[in-house]
């Protein structure tokens, strides 16, 4: 039930982050969550995930792109994704991210 409704959900979302509030950004199928503390950036900063389709048979959840690329926030922030763990070695799942300048992951 799960893998179904996160395959039918479409991550896009865009939101402005402001230096003295805490942020939620979150779609509206809850599958990518960016919470961010008061704080966590020097000014105003508009803020998106846009999910592309995965074919790849060893992804677990879709590719989201953030940007703006490079932003790099002054606290600590907490992404959470929901994924279906079907994987037989949960403790073996990794996050991973592309390195657009090299293609590297």
């Known amino acids: 039930a799960l893998k179904q409704q996160l395959a039918d959900n479409r991550v896009s979302l865009n939101q402005d982050v402001n230096p003295?509030?805490?942020?939620?950004?979150?779609?509206?199928?809850?599958?990518?969550?960016?919470?961010?503390?008061?704080?966590?950036?020097?000014?105003?900063?508009?803020i998106?995930?846009?999910?592309?389709?995965?074919?790849?048979?060893?992804?677990?959840?879709?590719?989201?792109?953030?940007?703006?690329?490079?932003?790099?926030?002054?606290?600590?922030?907490?992404?959470l994704i929901k994924i279906p763990v079907t994987a037989a070695n949960p403790a073996n799942l990794a996050l991973a991210w592309l390195d657009e300048s090299t293609g590297v992951t």
């Open 48 to 79: 998106s995930v846009k999910e592309s389709s995965a074919t790849r048979p060893e992804l677990v959840s879709g590719l989201y792109d953030f940007k703006p690329d490079g932003t790099k926030f002054l606290k600590p922030a907490d992404l």
């Open 20 to 46: 003295g509030a805490a942020a939620s950004l979150k779609d509206s199928g809850s599958e990518v969550e960016l919470q961010l503390p008061a704080g966590a950036v020097s000014g105003t900063l508009n």
